[in-house]
């Protein structure tokens, strides 16, 4: 079955403890890409991924680092969280950005940083 | 600067009404993808549809009915005959290339549909 699979679905953590969100795709897809969604705000892009070892960044990437190194895996990486980053976080990949004619999401990653 | 307004932000309607969810955009690029995509209460996220910036033609995919318009920069999704299982969160979209393919998105638009 084609999916997207985002762990951990819930996460509390304390302010400053670094922590990894894992994103995996087993569609052999070149594109990937992080969200944030917040109330009122939508969805927006943290950093995406065009292909393996290339990374770039979104609109909202501070305080967050990806990483490319194997075309199924595009973890997210928050070395010191701050309470800010408390949002609902999504995985994607499509097969080339917007040229494929679908994308799949993860289940998504609901961040609580206290 | 791209952009993405979907200025309503709740709608409500009865069962077998029909309904319309405006998205209206801006980019100064010629080559741009719009999309849709459907969050029911379940939280995932459901791609729609995808057009590109050259091709204005609608599409229907049974209740469901987009119009593009580049003229008044406007991408709207039209519900026919309304289903409670319609009620999610709608986003539209809008996807362009600067050395990498970035995607904005609306703030979406509330659906309830009572039965």
């Known amino acids: 079955e084609a999916q997207v699979t985002q762990n951990p679905r819930y996460l509390i953590t304390v302010t400053g403890k670094k922590l990894t969100v894992t994103c995996s795709q087993n569609?052999?897809?070149?594109?990937m890409s992080w969200y944030r969604q917040d109330p009122g705000l939508g969805l927006r892009q943290i950093y995406y991924s065009m292909n393996v070892e290339v990374t770039d960044k979104g609109d909202v990437p501070e305080g967050y680092k990806v990483s490319r190194k194997e075309k199924r895996n595009f973890p997210l990486i928050l070395e010191s969280p701050s309470p800010n980053q408390t949002s609902l976080y999504f995985c994607?990949?499509?097969?080339?950005?917007?040229?494929?004619?679908?994308?799949?999401f993860g289940q998504g990653t609901r961040l609580t940083v206290v | 600067a791209q952009k993405v307004t979907q200025a309503q932000t709740e709608i409500s309607v009865v069962e077998k009404e029909d309904v319309t969810l405006d998205c209206v955009y801006e980019t100064r690029d010629t080559t741009y993808y719009l999309f849709w995509y459907k969050q029911p209460p379940s939280g995932e996220l459901v791609f729609l549809i995808r057009r590109n910036s050259f091709d204005e033609q609608n599409e229907i995919s049974g209740r469901y009915s987009w119009n593009f318009q580049k003229s008044t920069s406007s991408f709207n999704f039209t519900i026919t005959a309304s289903q409670v299982v319609d009620s999610a969160v709608y986003f539209c979209a809008l996807g362009h290339y600067t050395g990498g393919f970035k995607t904005i998105f609306g703030a979406g638009t509330r659906l309830f549909v009572k039965a």
């Open positions: 994607a990949s499509s097969e080339r950005g917007g040229v494929n004619t679908e994308a799949f």
């Open positions: 569609m052999n897809h070149e594109y």
